[in-house]
T-cell receptor, first 112, second 109 residues
Framework: DGGITQSPKYLFRKEGQNVTLSCEQN?????MYWYRQDPGQGLRLIYY???????QKGDIAEGYSVSREKKESFPLTVTSAQKNPTAFYLC???????????FGSGTRLTVV | QQPVQSPQAVILREGEDAVINCSSS?????VHWYRQKHGEAPVFLMI?????EQKGHEKISASFNEKKQQSSLYLTASQLSYSGTYFC??????????FGTGTSLTVIP
């Protein structure tokens, strides 16, 4: 079955560490996205990519980095520069920009 | 640029109807609707494109009024499974896409 796989489901990070969240899709979608969700809030865009080897900053890109070396994969690195990284992170993909999104099951990141 | 949803929260009894509204300050090209259950990922419900169309999905339907820059989601004869947070997402003519802040819907027996 096609879909998006995010791993890990839960992640704990010590202050000052970088961590990488995995996102893999087998839907053959061109566009991929990373969103951050805080309790009781909507989804805020971190980064998006419409094609391999190209990506754009979203509204809250500071302290994050991404790569898009393969169509199927769009990993997100949360760097030590991100001052408040504790949140629920969602990866999504769509056939092309602004079409219906398919979301992964999310990664819940906690700083300890 | 983030669309505004109303109401923020609503509680219904099974079988009652509800309407969730989504308004934007920008000219819209498309509107998406998603439902998210607690602790889970959002699930795509439907997309409406410029042209004032209305779509349906079982007992859930939506309309898109591009002149008013707004969309409404209609839930009829609600079921317990409809509980969750509903998000609209709007694509504007500047090729930007934003999610609303969500509407919490609780259906009780």
């Amino acid at each position: 079955d096609g879909g998006i796989t995010q791993s890990p489901k839960y992640l704990f990070r010590k202050e000052g560490q970088n961590v990488t969240l995995s996102c893999e899709q087998n839907l053959n979608h061109d566009a991929m996205y990373w969103y951050r969700q805080d309790p009781g809030q909507g989804l805020r865009l971190i980064y998006y990519s419409q094609i391999v080897n190209d990506f754009q900053k979203g509204d809250i890109a500071e302290g994050y980095s991404v790569s898009r070396e393969k169509k199927e994969s769009f990993p997100l690195t949360v760097t030590s520069a991100q001052k408040n990284p504790t949140a629920f992170y969602l990866c999504a993909s769509s056939i092309q920009a602004n079409y219906g999104y398919t979301f992964g099951s999310g990664t819940r990141l906690t700083v300890v | 640029q983030q669309p505004v949803q109303s109401p923020q929260a609503v509680i219904l009894r099974e079988g009652e109807d509800a309407v969730i509204n989504c308004s934007s300050s920008k000219a819209l090209y498309s509107v998406h609707w998603y439902r998210q259950k607690h602790g889970e990922a959002p699930v795509f419900l439907m997309i409406l494109l410029k042209g004032g169309e209305q779509k349906g999905h079982e007992k859930i339907s939506a309309s898109f009024n591009e002149k008013k820059q707004q969309s409404s989601l209609y839930l009829t004869a609600s079921q317990l499974s409809y509980s969750g947070t509903y998000f609209c997402g709007t694509g504007n003519t500047g090729n930007q896409f934003y999610f609303g802040t969500g509407t919490s819907l609780t259906v009780i027996p």
